[in-house]
């Protein structure tokens, strides 16, 4: 008798490992953190009035060319 119930038990237990247990996300989430893309440099754009380089970001943009500032973008 007290083998039967033990064996039942082992059972219940196996049940609940396969369809109950919830997956371990720590290492889901170490994994995640290890392929974080890194910060990439600044983008150099060229002026096309004067040809000096100026940041992507610090860029003015006009008919889909970059400048470097409002003067050779001819902007007031």
């Given at each position: 008798m007290l083998f039967k119930a033990l064996a039942l038990a082992a059972?219940?237990?196996?049940?609940?490992i396969v369809f109950f247990k919830k997956p371990n996300t720590t290492?889901?989430?170490k994994?995640?953190?290890k392929k974080k893309p890194?910060?990439?440099g600044d983008i150099m754009m060229e002026c096309q009035q004067c040809q000096t380089f100026v940041s992507e970001?610090?860029?003015i943009?006009?008919?889909?060319k970059f400048y470097c500032s409002?003067?050779?973008a001819q902007l007031r």
């Open positions: 059972i219940f237990f196996i049940i609940y290492i889901k989430t994994r995640k953190e890194q910060p990439k970001d610090d860029a943009i006009k008919d889909g409002k003067q050779c």
